[in-house]
């Protein structure tokens, strides 16, 4: 860019003066200040427009991947729909099958009292290693219940007490 400072613009008006004399000075400088006016305005315009043409590809550009996953969205809908309705029809039929008496569908793996009374005793003792292992006071600090309150009794602790004694009037 042209660096203009104020020595030189001095220098360029005094060959202004000598060159085109002081009568007619005045009328170019008017002439050159609207010129130069016009050429902000085309340089601004032009910017702007630039500007927008960037701003409609990147909306061009949002538009498309929008759309491109709205489409992926529906065909994994679509998919897992026809999944759905493939599985849904398989249980049905199963279940048709095992309505008519067609032994060969129905599961052969049935549990025995034995197994289920192990479970239930697996389950109270890892139930009770992880409730009666810890020390009351890690209770407390975790506010892990210790006893269980009753529906008012929860009412009655939690519900806020007055503030002040003092009345209003």
């Known amino acids: 860019m042209i660096d203009l400072g104020l020595t030189k613009l001095a220098v360029i008006g005094a060959v202004a003066l000598v060159v085109i004399g002081p009568e007619k000075l005045p009328k170019v400088a008017r002439m050159a200040g609207t010129l130069y006016g016009r050429a902000q305005r085309y340089l601004h315009e032009v910017k702007s427009e630039v500007s927008r043409e960037i701003e409609m590809e990147e909306l061009r550009n949002l538009h498309k991947d929008i759309q491109d996953s709205a ?44 197994d289920i009374e192990r479970k239930a005793r697996d389950f109270r003792r890892k139930k009770l290693a992880k409730t009666s292992s810890m020390p009351a006071w890690y209770k407390n600090r975790q506010n892990t219940r210790q006893h269980v309150l009753s529906g008012a009794a929860r009412v009655r602790k939690f519900r806020p007490g007055p503030t002040s004694n003092t009345k209003f009037f």
């Open 71 to 114: 489409q992926s969205f529906k065909s994994e809908v679509e998919t897992f729909k026809s999944d759905v309705e493939n599985t849904v029809s398989t249980h049905l039929n199963d279940v048709e099958s095992a309505w008519r008496g067609d032994t060969a569908v129905m599961p052969t793996a049935t549990a025995t009292p034995d």
